[in-house]
């Protein structure tokens, strides 16, 4: 390993200049001769130097490639189980270890592994700073088995993330064949592909795939993923409207230890069953269950989504100054947390709320923003109803044209929901 090398990466990353290092400890001539490799420098100059960078020497030359990649895949590990906090120390520790200076494999692969924590924890800033890099890799990934796994898998999470579940199908399909090939098990494959499914409202898809996560998830104890498959089929039973089986998988969450104790899964679970009662018509129960959600300490995330359906509640209950104020939290929330579909669905709410649907504004961007980006995301419920605000409009304004051709989305819509 170079250590001149070594020794100028770490001043350049801790903003030190070659005098202020060297100070005390050797001239600047002679810090910049083992910067550049003309000199091998002694071993007490080496610590005193590493020692002020605060750089442990001994550890970060003391790991070879295959330890390296062995902790990066606990690191994964931890991660796919939801051992968050456990995937942060381990996480901490590869940072400091993993330089430009070890092997592309350990770097490529490390970068993509902190994307996946990213994503679990919901740090929309740092996935966003290292998506684009992650995406790149994908030719180096090519043809490295098990590697080659995760690379699909998890860039399928970030395109879940993202809110675009057809992209993330694609990658999570490619994943699950490659798993196959290796004769490999990993039920959270099965589990992303039934979140997308879900996402595509593509409900009997998503049941079966979500099937078989529970299976393998109940057998190894993974209660977090066992509370995220109950979720996930309660979303499905809603979608095709058996609303008293989904609210009886999300009860079940509630009232199963350790299930329902996670602060994050209680979120979750109050959040839907509030769902369940608002398609029911019941908005006093679906207020009740948005206020517990509420009470409950979690990211600016989830509380965007949180408001977003408080708002619509005082929306149908023609509380109009309620549902204002919370769209003005929301908005004031994504400012910390951004989110292309909450702004747009955030706009689409506030112009119901102040009957300015029919606007030459909004028609313009419910026609070229709106419509395709939903469309692209699979938000299908969404989509309905913008093609339905749109034929109402068109139909008043005599164009029937237009109306009929909005009017037909809504129906093809309509048999995809089925």
């Known amino acids: 390993m170079n250590i001149g090398a070594m020794i100028q990466y770490y001043r350049t990353k801790k903003g030190l200049t070659q005098k202020e290092l060297a100070n005390g400890i050797c001239s600047v001539s002679y810090l910049s001769k083992i910067e550049n490799g003309s000199i091998v420098p002694k071993d007490d100059i080496i610590e005193m130097l590493f020692n002020r960078l605060d750089v442990n020497f001994t550890e970060i030359t003391s790991y070879d490639t295959e330890t390296i990649i062995n902790a990066i895949l606990q690191l994964y590990k931890r991660i796919s189980e939801s051992h968050l906090a456990a995937a942060k120390e381990t996480l901490t520790i590869l940072d400091r270890i993993i330089t430009p200076f070890h092997s592309k494999e350990c770097q490529n692969l490390f970068s993509l592994i902190r994307l996946y924590y990213f994503i679990e924890i919901k740090d929309i800033e740092e996935v966003e700073k290292l998506a684009p890099y992650v995406l790149e890799l994908e030719g180096e990934f090519k043809g490295e088995g098990e590697h080659e796994y995760y690379f699909n898998k998890i860039v399928g999470l970030y395109y879940s993330f993202k809110a675009y579940p057809s992209t993330a199908i694609q990658y999570l399909n490619r994943a699950k064949s490659i798993l196959q090939d290796l004769s490999l098990k990993d039920p959270e494959i099965y589990y992303l592909l039934a979140l997308s499914s879900t996402r595509m409202q593509k409900p009997a898809h998503s049941i079966y795939y979500c099937q078989i996560a529970l299976y393998h998830y109940k057998e190894n104890l993974l209660y977090t993923r ?37 602060p994050d899964i209680q979120l979750r679970t109050y959040h839907n069953l509030s769902v369940v009662f608002y398609e029911k018509e019941n908005l006093d129960k679906a207020l009740e269950y948005i206020e517990k959600a509420l009470q409950l300490e979690v990211t600016n995330y989830e509380q965007v989504n949180t408001y977003f359906l408080k708002a619509s509640i005082h929306h149908l209950r023609e509380e109009k100054e309620l549902a204002l104020e919370n769209i003005n939290i929301g908005y004031q929330l994504l400012s910390k947390a951004p989110s292309i579909k909450f702004q747009h669905k955030f706009y689409i709410l506030e112009h119901q709320l102040n009957n300015t649907l029919n606007t030459p504004e909004f028609i313009r961007k419910a026609e070229k923003v709106l419509i395709p980006f939903f469309s692209s995301g699979g938000e299908k419920r969404t989509l309905k109803l913008l093609h339905k605000i749109l034929a109402d409009i068109y139909f008043e304004q005599g164009n029937f044209k237009k109306a009929a051709y909005h009017y037909k989305h809504i129906a093809d819509t309509n048999k995809k929901l089925r």
């Open 226 to 262: 066992v509370a995220d498959c109950y979720n996930l089929l309660g979303l499905n039973y809603m979608q095709l409207e058996a609303y008293d089986i989904s609210e009886s998988y999300f009860l079940q969450i509630l009232n199963s230890k350790p299930m329902g104790d996670n």
